[in-house]
């Protein structure tokens, strides 16, 4: 209830995942229900780890994983 997730375009989703911001990072992850939130970590983590991804998008998704990973730690701790 109150989650804006279904107005979130795809574009915009990507753009900021993938910005190197952490702030940017942050808010749109925070907007995403678990279970998307999950496929989006997974996602990153392919990106990362697979060879046929552009060595700036690798860059990129490894700055939003250690992004994802700040937070799900706060999450725990609280």
Known sequence: ???????INPDTLWKHLLSREPSL???IYLK???VNQKA???HLQKMVSE??????QKISASVALEVIQK???KKEIQ
């Open 51 to 56: 060879d046929n991804w552009h060595v700036e």
């Open 40 to 42: 989006i970590k997974k």
């Open 71 to 73: 937070i799900n730690k």
């Open 25 to 27: 990072i942050q808010s």
């Open 1 to 7: 209830m109150g989650n804006t997730q279904e107005n």
């Open 32 to 34: 995403l229900e678990a």
